[in-house]
C-alpha cells in the first residue's frame, strides 16, 4: 500500500517511514546552515518536486540534481 502525503517542513529522520512506501513531493531544508545537500534529499528522487536550500552555505550544487538522465 502507498501512502501518498505532500511533506513541507523540515525532514527528520525517525521510524515512521518504515513500513509503507512513502512519496515525498516537497523538502524545505531551508534556513538549516547546511554546508552541502543533504543524501537523504536522492532517498525520495523519483517523487521528489521541490527542494528549498535557501539561506544555507551551500556552495557548490551536486551535478545530479541538475541531470535529467537520472530521472525516470
Not at 546552515?33 to 517523487?47: D, G, I, Y
Amino acid at each position: 500500500m502507498t501512502t501518498k502525503r505532500k511533506i513541507i517542513g523540515r525532514l527528520v529522520p525517525c521510524r515512521c517511514f518504515r513500513g509503507e512506501e512513502e512519496i515525498i513531493s516537497v523538502l524545505d531544508y531551508s534556513h538549516c546552515s547546511l554546508q552541502q545537500v543533504p543524501k537523504e534529499v536522492f532517498n525520495f528522487e523519483r517523487t521528489l518536486e521541490e527542494l528549498y536550500l535557501d539561506a544555507n552555505q551551500i556552495e557548490e550544487l551536486p551535478k545530479v540534481v541538475f541531470d535529467s538522465q537520472a530521472l525516470p
